[in-house]
């Protein structure tokens, strides 16, 4: 199982699952990151917090927590 958190940068994912619980899980799904999406790893900040993705053409930041909710393949 990886996560998003582990992607690295440059590289392009499909998600799998989403983790999460409740409100967060609704925040990840309200930026569009959903099963089956492709994600886009656009950047990691030095520290690895946030995570700058692409998703649907839109420019997202990810916090290091939400980023390891979300299982990519």
Do not use: N
């Amino acid at each position: 199982m990886k996560t998003l958190k582990e992607v690295s940068c440059g590289k392009s994912v499909k998600v799998k699952k989403l983790t999460g619980e409740g409100p967060v899980k609704r925040r990840i799904m309200d930026m569009g990151i959903t099963k089956g999406v492709d994600v886009f790893v656009r950047k990691v900040a030095p520290l690895g917090d946030p995570i700058e993705v692409t998703v649907r053409g839109y420019e997202l930041s990810l916090r290091k927590a939400d980023a390891e909710m979300i299982e990519v393949e």
